[in-house]
């Protein structure tokens, strides 16, 4: 029983893995649930048995990569830090999780065009943002009003995605962004050029004047 346990886990996981390529390679329209069982080197018919359809293939394909990614930063630290420094940390945790995860961007954009359908309420993404935003970012700026280092009318909520949209924006527009600037946003030097100005950006629109 432990080994059929064991093998069942092993077969899932491959099957999320050649799907997470498919589909931040395809997008959801255009992904095959053949090409995904040919690569994890199992039948189309097992994969319908573990998962009813494409939707949910992909539904358990974003929360495995929600489950697995790395872009919040543990609140012990951030209590640690001056309001401006933790959410700086913040922004470099956001930036060096889509360098090291190319596909992220793919799947956030594909996500944008369908509306977020495949995200349900219940998403652990869902769940583990709403708590960041709630145990991370709202005592950082409630600390950083009360010490006069930040302006007294952020919301938490707004900042967050503020600071998360302006630093994965050079991952999401890469090649828009090059074409129509003298920077090429695909390069470890446009990205360190992206990284400093999102940050200097951010804190000098948050701090109190």
Same mark, same amino acid.
């Given at each position: 029983?432990?080994?059929?346990?064991?093998?069942?886990?092993?077969?899932?996981?491959?099957?999320?893995?050649?799907?997470?390529?498919?589909?931040?390679?395809?997008?959801?329209?255009?992904?095959?649930?053949?090409?995904?069982?040919?690569?994890?080197?199992?039948?189309?018919?097992?994969?319908?048995?573990?998962?009813?359809?494409?939707?949910?293939?992909?539904?358990?394909?974003?929360? %495995?990569?929600?489950?697995?990614?790395?872009?919040? #930063?543990?609140?012990? $630290?951030? !209590?640690?830090?001056? =309001?401006?420094?933790? @959410?700086?940390?913040?922004?470099?945790?956001?930036?060096?999780?889509?360098?090291?995860?190319?596909?992220?961007?793919?799947?956030?954009?594909?996500?944008?065009?369908?509306?977020?359908?495949?995200?349900?309420?219940?998403?652990?993404?869902? %769940?583990?943002?709403?708590?960041?935003?709630?145990? #991370?970012?709202?005592? $950082?700026? !409630?600390?950083?009003? =009360?010490?006069?280092? @930040?302006?007294?009318?952020?919301?938490?909520?707004?900042?967050?995605?503020?600071?998360?949209?302006?630093?994965?924006?050079?991952?999401?527009?890469?090649?828009?962004?090059?074409?129509?600037?003298?920077?090429?946003?695909?390069?470890?030097?446009?990205?360190?050029?992206?990284?400093?100005?999102?940050?200097?950006?951010?804190?000098? !629109?948050?701090?109190?004047?």
């Amino acid at each position: 029983m432990a080994n059929d346990s064991k093998a069942k886990k092993t077969t899932l996981e491959r099957i999320l893995k050649e799907a997470h390529h498919e589909f931040s390679n395809r997008g959801f329209d255009g992904a095959s649930i053949e090409q995904i069982a040919r690569a994890a080197n199992v039948t189309k018919q097992l994969i319908y048995h573990y998962f009813n359809n494409k939707n949910q293939l992909y539904r358990a394909t974003l929360e %495995a990569v929600a489950d697995q990614a790395q872009l919040l #930063v543990d609140p012990k $630290v951030c !209590a640690a830090l001056p =309001a401006l420094d933790a @959410l700086t940390l913040v922004a470099n945790r956001i930036i060096d999780e889509y360098i090291k995860n190319p596909s992220y961007a793919a799947l956030t954009l594909d996500q944008g065009l369908h509306r977020g359908a495949h995200i349900s309420e219940h998403s652990s993404f869902i %769940a583990q943002t709403r708590s960041f935003i709630v145990e #991370v970012i709202e005592p $950082v700026l !409630a600390r950083g009003i =009360a010490n006069g280092e @930040l302006r007294s009318d952020l919301d938490a909520g707004i900042v967050y995605w503020l600071i998360f949209h302006s630093a994965s924006g050079c991952f999401h527009n890469t090649e828009v962004m090059s074409q129509t600037t003298t920077t090429d946003f695909s390069t470890e030097q446009g990205i360190a050029a992206w990284r400093a100005a999102v940050i200097e950006l951010f804190r000098a !629109a948050l701090r109190k004047p």
